[in-house]
């Protein structure tokens, strides 16, 4: 559809059925045509750019295009003519730029992560959707009812830098743990992460849950947001909240990893008492202050717990890391036990 939707044939079609109809349509072309050249060049500059670096499984590959290497697909692509792409060349050499420093800020999986999602395949305990990963425990449970998890993930994150905890949580746990797939862009903010987007994910997870195991049925969420997708968690608390309550969930329950100090980014949810918080955060985290990050959330939330592990920033997921007093494994390993001590409400964890 959108390829049919650049050709120049329409365009000039669109114009000449106008010309015929309506009075001064010229001026009313040309005030559309120069409005769409902007959209259609904005969004195809991004569109060559997003899919450079994705996630070393993803099935696309990496390429990388200079500025002008874009400001040619483009002039190719769109119904438009060269000195027209020319006049908007300072336009696409700053969106590049800034696209270019994006990609630089990607995170994209380490090692472990990789080997937990390829460990879940053999096993059959993963399921990789467009929208999620999706990683389950093994049938065998004491009871048909489960707890199930939703992890989204940090600024230009890949999601799969979350498989090595997701793992551990679903198969030595039995939670069922999807995984946000936030791909090409990876940013958990408003533009880019809507409500409906969580729904969708959770209608997957109850779809191959049926699929697998027919008598299991989920009986409450745990939605958890890392760093970026902490605060995003706390946002769409309030829908959630909602959307459980209308579907006779218990509380709705919130896990916020390495996120808080950010007052900009805090949604106040302190009224809605209906919405259990936990949040976590590591010692040596350099992105998240804990004392701006404990007088920030005392103030925005409801019933809420903190939880200080060792670690920092980057090893709540797999992804390169700075350094810490605590390995990665060791780190992951508090986080198993502190995220199922408050799904699972754990008293001694």
């Avoid at 800034?98 to 990789?114: F, K």
């Avoid at 093994?138 to 009812?145: F, K, L, Q, T, Y």
């Avoid at 920030?296 to 350094?323: R, W």
Wanted: proline content about 4%; aromatic content about 8%.
């Amino acid at each position: 559809m959108i390829v049919s939707f650049l050709k120049p044939s329409l365009w000039f079609g669109i114009h000449h059925a106008l010309k015929k109809q309506i009075p001064d349509s010229d001026f009313i072309y040309t005030s559309i045509s120069s409005w769409l050249k902007q959209v259609l060049i904005t969004y195809l500059v991004i569109t060559a750019a997003c899919y450079n670096s994705l996630a070393p499984t993803s099935p696309f590959e990496k390429r990388l295009c200079s500025s002008a290497t874009r400001a040619a697909i483009v002039t190719a692509l769109a119904p438009l003519t060269l000195s027209q792409t020319i006049q908007v060349l300072p336009h696409i050499e700053i969106i590049t730029n800034r696209l270019s420093l994006w990609q630089a800020l990607r995170q994209d999986p380490e090692p472990d992560a990789i080997e937990a999602i390829e460990s879940a395949k053999s096993h059959g305990l993963i399921s990789r959707n467009k929208s999620c990963d999706i990683f389950f425990p093994e049938i065998n449970r004491d009871s048909d009812r489960v707890k199930a998890m939703l992890i989204i993930p940090g600024f230009c994150v890949s999601h799969e830098s979350y498989a090595a905890i997701a793992s551990k949580l679903a198969k030595e746990n039995g939670i069922i743990v999807a995984i946000q797939n936030l791909e090409p862009f990876r940013v958990a903010d408003e533009y880019f992460l809507e409500l409906k987007q969580i729904k969708n994910v959770m209608r997957t997870v109850q779809k191959e849950l049926r699929r697998r195991d027919e008598t299991s049925t989920i009986d409450e969420w745990c939605f958890s947001g890392h760093s970026l997708g902490g605060y995003c968690v706390m946002r769409l608390a309030p829908h959630l909240a909602s959307l459980l309550k209308k579907n006779a969930s218990n509380k709705l329950k919130i896990m916020v990893w390495g996120a808080g100090d950010k007052t900009e980014f805090l949604t106040d949810i302190k009224n809605f008492n209906n919405i259990k918080v936990s949040i976590l955060l590591a010692k040596d985290d350099t992105y998240c202050n804990m004392e701006d990050a404990r007088k920030c959330l005392s103030s925005k939330l409801p019933e809420h717990s903190f939880d200080i592990i060792d670690g920092n920033h980057e090893n709540f997921a797999s992804y390169s890391s700075s350094i810490s007093k605590t390995s990665r494994s060791e780190q992951h390993e508090q986080i198993v036990t502190k995220t199922c001590g408050f799904i699972l409400e754990r008293e001694n964890d």
